[in-house]
T-cell receptor, first 111, second 116 residues
């Protein structure tokens, strides 16, 4: 069974700090990685995708990928209370093409 | 904007009842999915469909079936509901081409099913 693992948290950071969310995956052949954000009572929405080793930046968000170590992370700079949500890591199954989700990390940004 | 609409936000059913969960998307997406979401378990794929009348089992298909008679509509069926099927059910769609799943899924608002 291919797996995606996340620390469920909750992760609590003060406003303005950097939040670091981590994810590991078991399928060494995976090539596509995604971060979804899910506010309480809402459905997930895609915020970042990354396909190559290294960093990808989009505003306050940076996704980092290390295929050799099989981990992907999401950094949120200058965290805001509005960033408080559950962040889901998703990995595309290299064989079947479907997305495999981690259990999500709950982030709480305190004012 | 892509809109994925699930017919019922909240349902309460009794053990043994047949349950239909409907999902409609308005962006002509080829791929559609049904997930369930439970605390601590994340999103688990039940079934997905690449095209009309095509379906593929996900990771937890037992106790469920699906129907896709039209491109825009994907239904999840619980033939005989059981208490362990109490969950949040999320429908999603994504652009194809058919058989190739992009990573961008558009989710509906979810259907919270309680089976008593």
């Amino acid at each position: 069974q291919k797996e995606v693992e996340q620390n469920s948290g909750p992760l609590s950071v003060p406003e303005g700090a950097i939040a670091s969310l981590n994810c590991t995956y078991s399928d060494r052949g995976s090539q596509s990685f995604f971060w979804y954000r899910q506010y309480s009572g809402k459905s997930p929405e895609l915020i970042m995708s990354i396909y190559s080793n290294g960093d990808k930046e989009d505003g306050r968000f940076t996704a980092q990928l290390n295929k050799a170590s099989q981990y992907v992370s999401l950094l949120i700079r200058d965290s805001q209370p509005s960033d408080s949500a559950t962040y889901l890591c998703a990995v595309k199954d290299n064989q079947g093409g479907k997305l495999i989700f981690g259990q999500g990390t709950e982030l709480s940004v305190k004012p | 904007d892509v809109k994925v609409t699930q017919s019922s936000r909240y349902l309460v059913k009794r053990t043994g009842e047949k349950v239909f969960l409907e999902c409609v998307q308005d962006m002509d997406h080829e791929n559609m999915f049904w997930y369930r979401q439970d605390p601590g378990l994340g999103l688990r794929l039940i079934y997905f469909s690449y095209d009309v009348k095509m379906k593929e089992k996900g990771d937890i298909p037992e106790g469920y079936s699906v129907s896709r008679e039209k491109k825009e509509r994907f239904s999840l069926i619980l033939e005989s509901a059981s208490t362990n099927q109490t969950s949040m059910y999320l429908c999603a769609s994504s652009l194809g081409p058919s058989g190739r799943v992009t990573g961008e899924l558009f989710f509906g608002e979810g259907s919270r099913l309680t089976v008593l």
